[in-house]
């Protein structure tokens, strides 16, 4: 596509937050003024199952939907995504474009073949390796908060998407009454709600996930 | 519906069928009528195809004569024997498919109920044995699960009698008959028992040879499902013509049966005697 | 009863066409919720089936909020079918919605809606059928309810779901139509994807279904009943039992017939075409329309000139439209989402020179579609067509 499209497919594990993700930076790029569409692998909603989110952002209207086979941006939520195949492409950069950005959650490289590093090359992709859970413990306190630490990783590394848009998007997600999760999604709402006494320390504690992943993502590199 | 309602517009009285003019003159509409005033009233079923000495036009016809309030009652049936007859009926009666009545019913209740608030509605279901018990069992016990306030009377002759006389849920163990010609393998679905833990607050077990106790059973059941809750009414209706029993004795067949599996029975809720008490309908 | 409709009634073409509307980024069953909640309906019966759930459960908020006065759980899709029924006879406004198995389990019931002329609106949240179990996006149901006599309308986007929803309702009921109208979307591709869709603002709701003016009686008592006839002719073998059943069969595809001037009405023409001169022409219906525009785009690129022409309306089938767009096509690609290309078959069932008809790509099972995939086909259309 010659338009300003950029495609993101995550995978992580469900329980993890990725359709939340998908949500947050969908709804941030509407708030700069682009078209967006999201949309989740279409799974039944169990913990640690593989799971999958999609985010289409364009500055021109976006008809194409369903699962994105041809992605800019891969992120993986879990290293299990890779190790253990919890993924519904494989190999999970499958489909990459060139130049793309591939943003792995793991304290430590992940040990990829000759083959993989080889088409990685060839696609002169960007890597990256982002101590996201490790990150969302320490500020956070829990491990619930991954998926926020990742959207940040997401913005730091592809400034893609506007920061002040990225807070508005996490306020409304878990400030606003108008947000409606899905069945299993809403109970975990429920379980992380618990560990604040109000919203707005959970809007806070999101805040600060979201500063602290950009200012780390400054110093990572891409290990291609 | 206003008992006015039924009255003849005087422009198209005479432009309509004898018939109809004595439905709107001397009908039930009242509710008023029991099965000893049968003759003296204008039946809301006079004429039906059903087999001579069927029993289930028996209690269809006394049915239709101890209703608490026709001008106001809708009938959900359903397919088989029982459909032939609907459709004759001076009152509102659906017929959609095959076993679904009671959720039908479920339906038309809930909508009548707030149509017409200030307005007693009753909607009672009529089917028979295969469509309350097999095919339809799941919405039959639903319905009581769910408290809908509805009326259901199984026609129960223990067979399919419009499709040839097969085998159903509540024909009697060992019974030969299309579909177990070696004999039915199990026994007679107790529904009357099922009903009284499902929800229902009234259930009776009666045939068509005592006629009088049958209609008064039926308007009791009604009155309860308007105010109280589901009820349940299982009438013995053998079939001649399947079971090949002369016409004249299809009612002593009936009779008979209350010596062994339909002596009469009858189950009334806490909730239903308080309300009957309270009624002064303790009968 | 629960709250009073905080709304106030307008008609439709208001609605659709004059009340203020705002864009918000929702997904297909919240575009739902938002007509159902501007649909002024009696009652809602609901029944769990992925991935239709999550569109009564947002139905079952309006029922908490007071929109909806009347909500329940059935037992299981024949059931909740039946109830519907039950409660259209009665003279209420009816809103269910089911998809794939739940569609096939309550399947006895979609004739016995359109034979007994009860303007129920259903949604269909389209998903594959057992066996094996999937519970994935797939439009394979829609082939078994074409001869339901039913209207059958194919939504592309969320905003196609909010306003054909809407409309649905008012189409339905037209005293010269009162038949059901079946809503299809294409299940998660729209139903869980979000995007930006124009919702109305103003407080503002149909008018409420006056089941007096129904061309059918309303089973309540409230009209003097009659005895129908003496001598039933259901299940009687006579003539008059032959023509009875066979007029009225004719009738119930007359009244679904007599819709296509108010779905023109309310909703355009039952076909939308883009670039008919093109020589080479997508004909599609649900998402299959998105993907062929992302083709389409891709084909440009590459200088190759494709119309489109999306089908709305599957039931009445827009032959007259369809064949007219068609006359100087030299390929016809129809893309679908599912193994038995029943949009191809209506197509060439319609079509004088239906060799033009290229009947791919198929895809089934759940997968997306990918434009890229639609442009080989289109490129070898084109190559076979000029060799």
């Known amino acids: 596509m010659k338009d300003s499209r950029i495609f993101i497919r995550m995978s992580g594990l469900g329980g993890q937050g990725v359709v939340t993700a998908a949500h947050i930076i969908g709804v941030a790029a509407v708030k700069d003024a682009k078209y967006a569409l999201v949309n989740p692998f279409f799974g039944a909603e169990k913990r640690l199952a593989p799971t999958e989110s999609y985010v289409r952002i364009s500055s021109e209207k976006i008809y194409d939907r369903g699962e994105v086979n041809y992605p800019d941006v891969i992120m993986i939520f879990h290293p299990h995504v890779i190790t253990m195949g919890k993924s519904y492409t494989m190999p999970f950069y499958q489909g990459i474009r060139e130049n793309g950005t591939i943003i792995i959650n793991s304290d430590e490289a992940v040990a990829f073949s000759d083959e993989d590093i080889a088409a990685f090359k060839k696609k002169r992709l960007s890597l990256y390796f982002v101590p996201a859970t490790k990150t969302a413990m320490s500020i956070s306190g829990t491990a619930l908060a991954t998926n926020i630490v990742m959207v940040g990783m997401f913005v730091g590394i592809t400034k893609t998407i506007a920061e002040e848009s990225l807070r508005e998007s996490i306020a409304e997600r878990f400030g606003a009454k108008k947000f409606v999760a899905s069945g299993s999604t809403a109970a975990l709402d429920d379980a992380i709600k618990k560990k604040y006494a109000k919203i707005e320390q959970l809007l806070e504690s999101n805040f600060k996930a979201v500063s602290e992943a950009i200012k780390l993502s400054s110093a990572i590199k891409s290990v291609i | 519906m206003s008992k006015r309602i039924t009255e003849m517009c005087p422009a198209l009285n005479d432009a309509m069928p004898t018939e109809y003019r004595e439905l709107v003159e001397n009908g039930p509409w009242l509710g008023d009528k029991t099965v000893k005033d049968l003759g003296t009233f204008k039946e809301l079923l006079e004429e039906h195809p059903l087999c001579a000495g069927c029993n289930l036009a028996l209690s269809l016809k006394i049915i239709l004569s101890s209703l608490p309030n026709p001008a106001d009652t809708i009938i959900v049936g359903s397919t088989g024997c029982s459909s032939l007859g609907f459709m004759q009926v001076g009152i509102h009666n659906i017929h959609s498919l095959f076993g679904n009545q009671n ?19 009753d909607v009672v279901v009529m089917a028979g044995d295969g469509a309350t018990a097999d095919i339809g069992l799941d919405m039959t016990i639903h319905s009581w699960f769910r408290g809908e306030k509805i009326t259901t009377i199984m026609f129960d002759n223990e067979l399919y009698a419009n499709t040839g006389g097969q085998e159903s849920g509540m024909t009697p163990a060992g019974r030969v008959a299309y579909m177990a010609p070696l004999g039915k393998k199990f026994p007679k679905i ?94 | ?46 029944y769990p089936i992925t991935p239709q759930s ?106 196609d779901i909010y306003d054909f929803n809407l ?128 083709a389409i785009k891709l084909a440009k690129e590459e200088n190759i000139d494709v119309g489109l022409i999306k089908v709305k309306v599957v039931r009445p089938f827009p032959k007259d439209e369809i ?65």
């Not at chain 2, 039908?104 to 509605?121: E, I, Q």
């Not at chain 3, 203020?20 to 909640?37: H, L, M």
């Not at chain 3, 191809?344 to 434009?371: F, Q, W």
């Open chain 2, 103 to 121: 959720a039908v019913a479920t339906g038309v209740k809930r909508v009548l109920s707030m149509r017409f608030p200030d307005k007693k509605k």
């Open chain 2, 190 to 283: 107790n529904l009357f028992e099922i009903a009284k833990t499902s929800g229902c607050h009234y259930a009776v077990l009666l045939t068509t040879a005592n006629t009088v106790r049958l209609g008064a059973c039926v308007k009791k059941a009604i009155l309860l499902a308007r105010d109280v809750g589901p009820t349940y009414v299982q009438i013995h209706t053998p079939c001649p013509t399947n079971l090949k029993i002369p016409p004249e004795e299809s009612i002593k067949v009936a009779k008979d049966s209350e010596k062994e599996r339909y002596a009469f029975n009858e189950y009334v809720s806490e909730a239903a005697k308080s309300f009957l008490e309270n009624t002064g309908n303790k009968k």
């Open chain 3, 1 to 46: 009863m629960s709250k009073k409709n905080p709304l106030t009634e307008k008609p439709l073409d208001y609605m659709l066409f004059k009340a203020k509307r705002e864009k918000q980024f929702i997904t297909g069953s919240e575009a739902v919720r938002e007509a159902v909640r501007r649909a002024n309906i009696d009652i809602a019966i609901s």
């Open chain 3, 54 to 159: 999550e569109t009564m459960h947002l139905v079952g908020d309006l029922f908490a909020e007071g929109y909806v006065p009347e909500y329940f759980r059935g037992e299981n899709e024949f059931a909740v079918m039946s109830q519907v029924a039950g409660a259209a006879m009665a003279g209420a406004r009816v809103f269910t919605a089911t998809c794939g198995p739940g569609t096939m389990r309550a399947f006895e019931v979609f004739p016995m809606w359109s034979g007994s002329r009860l303007p129920v609106v259903c949604s269909f949240m389209t998903r594959g059928i057992n066996a094996p179990l999937t519970i994935q996006p797939d439009t394979i149901e829609m082939a078994f309810l074409l001869e339901t006599g039913m209207i059958m309308l194919h939504c592309e986007t969320a905003r």
């Open chain 3, 167 to 294: 409309a649905a309702f008012i189409i339905a009921e037209e005293k010269d139509v009162h038949i059901p109208v079946g809503v299809f979307m294409d299940g998660f591709f729209v139903t869980h994807t979000r995007e930006l869709v124009d919702i109305i603002t103003e407080d503002v709701c149909l008018p409420k279904y006056n089941p007096q003016a129904a061309p059918v009686p309303t089973i309540d008592m409230e009209t003097p009943p009659a005895r129908l006839m003496r001598d039933p002719f259901v299940m009687k073998s006579n003539f008059v039992s032959y023509v009875a059943h066979a007029s009225w069969q004719q009738e119930v595809r007359a009244a679904a017939a007599r819709s296509k001037k108010h779905i023109k009405k309310y909703l355009g023409e039952l076909i939308e075409i883009e670039n008919p001169a093109a020589p080479t022409i997508i004909v599609a219906s649900g998402t299959a329309v998105s993907q062929a525009r992302e």
């Open chain 3, 323 to 387: 064949v007219a767009a068609l006359s100087k096509a030299k390929k016809i690609i129809i893309p679908e989402f599912n193994i038995a290309g029943w949009l191809a078959k209506e197509v060439a069932a319609v079509l004088p020179d239906n060799g033009r008809i290229v009947a791919t790509p198929r895809v089934y099972g759940g997968m997306t579609m990918p434009p890229e995939i639609l442009l080989e086909d289109i490129k070898q259309a084109v190559r076979k067509q000029t060799q």
